[in-house]
C-alpha cells in the first residue's frame, strides 16, 4: 500500500508540474503574439506605481508607469498601466515614453524598451515546475529509499 501511495503521489505531482509547464509555455506564446501584433505611441507618464519583490533580505523594487496615450485612430487617450517595470531609472510623471499597445485591447500597453524580454514572460510558471518536478523525483526517491532500505531488510 504504501508502494502505490508514494508512486502515485509522484506520478500526481509531476502532472501538477506539466501543468505548470505548459502554463509558462501559454504565457510564453501570449507575449509574442502580443510584440507580434502591438503597435508604438508616444505616451506620458501619469502616474508611477512601485512594487516590492523580495525573494530574500533585500526587496527589489520595480517601477510600473501608468500612461496615457491616443491610439492609432482615436481621438480620445487610453490611460493603461504598464504590463512590465520600466528600466532604471523609473521615468517622472509628465515624462514621455515610448510604448507598445494591443490594437484590440488598448488597456494592453508594455514599455517599448521591453521589448526584447519576451523570453522572461512565463518566467515564474517555468520555476515552479521545475520545483515541483523536483518534489515529485524527491517523493520517487524516497519510494526508493523505503524499497531498498526499509522493506527489504
Not at 55 to 77: C, I, K, M, N, Q
Not at 111 to 116: G, I, P, S, Y
Request: hydrophobic fraction near 50%.
Amino acid at each position: 500500500m504504501p508502494t502505490v501511495l508514494l508512486l502515485g503521489a509522484a506520478v500526481l505531482v509531476l502532472l501538477v508540474a506539466l501543468v505548470l509547464l505548459v502554463k509558462g509555455r501559454s504565457v510564453r506564446r501570449s507575449a509574442a503574439s502580443f510584440r507580434d501584433r502591438a503597435v508604438t505611441a508616444t505616451a506620458t507618464v501619469v502616474g508611477l506605481e512601485a512594487k516590492d519583490l523580495s525573494l530574500g533580505a533585500e526587496p527589489d523594487t520595480r517601477y510600473f508607469p501608468r500612461v496615457s496615450y491616443v491610439p492609432a485612430g482615436a481621438a480620445e487617450p487610453v490611460e493603461a498601466q504598464t504590463l512590465t517595470d520600466v528600466p532604471a531609472p523609473p521615468p517622472r510623471v509628465g515624462d514621455t515614453l515610448e510604448v507598445a499597445y494591443d490594437p484590440e485591447h488598448h488597456d494592453r500597453v508594455d514599455v517599448l524598451a521591453t521589448e526584447d524580454r519576451v523570453e522572461g514572460a512565463g518566467r515564474t510558471w517555468f520555476v515552479l515546475a521545475s520545483l515541483t518536478a523536483l518534489v515529485a523525483v524527491g517523493i520517487a526517491a524516497a519510494w526508493l529509499l523505503l524499497v531498498f532500505i526499509v522493506w527489504t531488510s
